[in-house]
């Protein structure tokens, strides 16, 4: 009556043991023949709870204390609470109670519990707001258990769960609390999973966070967590980790790969039971074995649906404060307030933004009237960010030195719509909401292709009505993910003493400067694989100018300067450059791991800037000795056609590659003599020149003499659409165009 071990609790149970409870009994069940186990324990029951409460006649009170709230009224909702939980403090459990809990924890046997409260309206499909009431843990002997139980009473009124209810239109006296007596998990690593992407809806991606020893630092905002993304269609038979990000420690990563693998296949088999995303507690003991502490559903996305293009596109902002993890996809502008402590909370006004070192389900009541929030601490599922993505609140979490930067009083632009990243910056901001109409409509009679530079925006990129990615820069994905000169990383030593040292930092998680570019490589163009899985995506490899490597840290070491880098040492050229070589290696390596051990053979590669047919030759033989052998694996290697000679020699090149790219911008520059980079002759930069168009029919015309396909990846059909269909009339195979591109281009083709 009063007490139900978790086995004998399935989801059904919600009203005798409330969700979490619940959620653990059926836990149990869940990963019968999985490769992990729940800690077992026991429920002290909402029975039990209504009990204690009608023991004191505490129901009159209650009504009375809340009678007339205003939650929005800080002050005041800080008072009742305060009133109300000191009033369960100080009644104590009935003896009877006592009794019972006492003999089932004889019966757990002896070593410390968490004592952890399951309200009745907690960890619900349609409302799962995380830590409404308390959590003890390494909880010993049996009064201090007892003691625990009654504090975990008084939790049920802390002022976010009162708030909390108020907002969702419980009645607070229907509300009953369950307690949960768990054995405690002695954990070596421990951490939060969901098994969808928490900030975009991706069903195809499990998000992992992970700190060393107990979770309780990650849930509540103190540290920032590694972070692990894994591509769950692939998880059998191969090892498909999209992103692994170090957390605060940054000295090497808390999981293996093969652990996150394996938290991900526990996770999608949770979620099968369930039939929903799930939001899951893990930890790690120190033997290897996995523990599932906890597991509720996802509230915020799964209430969405299917992820859509609606989006958010910032338009201006000021100069760059902060930067830290974006916590969904909005922008919101407003004052700074910083806050220390929660006793400040009812000087928070509507509309400010919320700067702390960290939250707690504490600061629930401002955060609700929060334009935007920045913490110094915290990670993706830390209770920030989960409280935000409920209020629909753009926040960044674990930025650092937010509260140390940013001033009360000024105002700031939070931005969570530009990636992974979250950027505060200077002064208001403008932005504005865009809905993308994606009905393919009409058959066309060519492939639609699109360019794809960010893999943040890969899976957006990926709803719209596309045949795959006909263009994925590796140099962007180095600039954006890597920023450090690949010979950098090979060999710091000749670079100065400050870039060693920045390197050193960065490269430590991954034990070498060459891992860390080939894991960072090889993650970035998974997530874009992923995202389009199975369709092609057609990966370039670098085609960085001298100039452009400069930038890099490091990359004044080994670039010279050239007085034309536009044509200089740049694209095939390099690959086979005895200076380059060990650099290209690495490009290689992570390529052949994504189609590898990632299993996205989806993947298919090009080489650009390819002068001569003999470097072609050279190019394709090094690219088999570093691992991506053409036709292994059904592994297509395209080339571009940019330069003249390559459509002049348009049967010869066709006979050494599986298909032809037309880089319509450095085709049209090399055949008009116009510099790219100029701006004093721009006006005769025509892409569309019969002479240029003369070259792009030949290279169609010599790609399918020899039965290869013919695409183009340039800007020219993106802006041109008259353009785009005079490729159709000459038979290209494939346009690939820019995301914004796509639908009008699509209803110009329709239209032939």
């Known amino acids: 009556m009063y007490v139900a071990t978790f086995s004998e609790l399935r989801i059904g149970d919600i009203d ?21 186990n729940v800690p077992d324990g026991f429920a002290i029951t909402a029975h039990a709870f209504r009990t204690f409460i009608e023991a004191h006649n505490l129901g009159s009170f209650l009504k009375e204390a809340l009678e007339g709230l205003d939650p929005s009224n800080i002050e005041d909702l800080q008072s009742r609470g305060a009133r109300i939980r000191q009033r369960i403090r100080e009644a104590g459990l009935p003896d009877d109670i006592v009794a019972a809990v006492k003999g089932a924890l004889a019966n ?83 951490g939060v999973m969901f098994t969808l992407d928490p900030d975009q809806g991706i069903r195809e991606v499990v998000h992992i966070d992970a700190v060393r020893g107990l979770g309780e630092a990650l849930v509540s905002g103190e540290a920032t967590p590694d972070q692990y993304k894994v591509y769950a269609p692939l998880l059998d038979g191969h090892a498909p980790l999209l992103d692994r990000v170090a957390g605060y420690d940054g000295e090497s990563f808390v999981i293996t790969i093969e652990q996150a693998l394996r938290l991900a296949r526990v996770g999608k088999a949770i979620e099968a039971h369930f039939g929903r995303p799930m939001d899951i507690e893990w930890a790690y003991d120190p033997d290897g074995s996995l523990q599932i502490l906890q597991a509720r559903p996802e509230t915020v996305q799964a209430r969405k649906g299917p992820p859509g293009l609606s989006r958010t596109i910032l338009e201006s902002h000021g100069d760059r ?44 009541p401002a955060m609700r009237k929060a334009a935007a929030i920045v913490t110094d601490t915290g990670g ?112 710091p030593t000749q670079t100065s003493e400050d870039a060693r040292a920045r390197i050193a930092k960065v490269t430590k998680p991954y034990g070498s400067g060459s891992a860390y570019f080939v894991d960072r490589l090889a993650t970035g163009v998974g997530q874009v694989a992923a995202a389009f899985h199975p369709r092609p995506v057609i990966v370039r490899m670098s085609d960085f100018k001298t100039n452009e490597y400069r930038g890099l840290l490091g990359g004044d070491v080994f ?69 991506l052998v053409r036709g292994e694996n059904d592994l297509k290697i395209y080339v571009m056609v940019e330069i003249p000679a390559n459509a002049v020699l348009a049967h010869e090149f066709a006979e050494r590659f599986d298909g032809f790219s037309i880089g319509s911008n450095d085709l049209t520059q090399l055949t ?23 070259l792009i029919a030949r290279a169609i015309e010599g790609g399918h003499a020899k039965g290869i396909p013919v695409g183009i990846c340039g800007q020219a059909p993106s802006d041109k659409p008259d353009f785009a269909a005079w490729l159709v009339e000459q038979g290209i195979d494939s346009i690939s165009l820019t995301p914004d591109s796509v639908m009008r281009t699509r209803k110009r083709l329709a239209s032939l």
């Not at 008009?672 to 003369?694: C, H, M, N, T, Y």
């Open 321 to 364: 404060l902060v930067t830290g993890i974006a916590v969904g996809a909005d922008v919101g502008s407003g004052r700074v307030r910083v806050m220390t402590d929660v006793s400040q909370l009812s000087s928070f006004k509507e509309g400010e933004v919320l700067v702390a070192v960290r939250t707690d389900p504490d600061w629930e």
């Open 16 to 36: 005798r043991a409330g969700g979490k409870n619940a959620g653990l009994g059926e836990l149990q069940h869940a990963l019968m023949g999985q490769d992990a």
């Open 672 to 694: 008009l003599g116009i510099d790219r980079d100029g701006d004093r002759i721009q006006a005769s930069f025509d892409e569309a020149d019969p002479a240029v168009k003369a």
């Open 108 to 190: 757990l046997g002896d070593g410390p519990v968490a004592v952890r409260s399951s309200a009745t309206a907690e960890d619900l499909p349609e409302a799962s707001f995380a830590g409404q009431q308390e959590t003890f843990l390494n909880v010993q002997g049996p009064d201090a258990v007892i003691d625990a139980v009654q504090r975990c009473y008084a939790s049920l009124f802390t002022d976010r769960a009162i708030s909390y209810r108020q907002g969702q239109g419980f009645d607070h006296l229907e509300v009953a609390l369950s307690v949960g007596i768990q054995r405690m998990v002695q954990s070596a690593s421990s």
């Open 380 to 491: 993706r599922t830390c209770h920030a960010a989960i409280v935000c993505r409920e209020l629909g609140v753009p926040a960044v979490v674990g930025a650092g030195d937010a509260t140390a930067v940013l001033t009360s009083g000024t105002e700031v632009t939070v931005s969570c719509a530009e990636g992974y990243e979250g950027h505060i910056y200077e002064g208001r901001g403008s932005w504005r909401y865009e809905e993308v109409e994606v009905e393919a409509g009409k058959e066309i009679p060519t492939k639609i292709m699109v360019n794809v530079a960010n893999p943040f925006d890969a899976w957006r990129a990926a709803m719209l009505p596309v045949d795959g990615v006909g263009l994925l820069r590796l140099e962007f994905l180095v600039g954006s993910h890597i920023g450090i000169h690949p010979r950098a990383l090979l060999d």
């Open 559 to 627: 670039e010279q300067l050239e007085a034309n880098p536009m044509i200089g040492w740049r694209g095939a050229s390099r690959y086979v450059d005895p200076d380059f070589r060990n650099a290209f290696q690495l490009e290689c390596q992570a390529l052949a791991r994504v189609r590898g051990e990632m299993g996205l053979d989806n993947v298919r590669v090009m080489v650009p800037f390819c002068r001569t047919l003999g470097e072609a030759d050279r190019v394709i033989a090094t690219m088999a000795e570093f691992g």
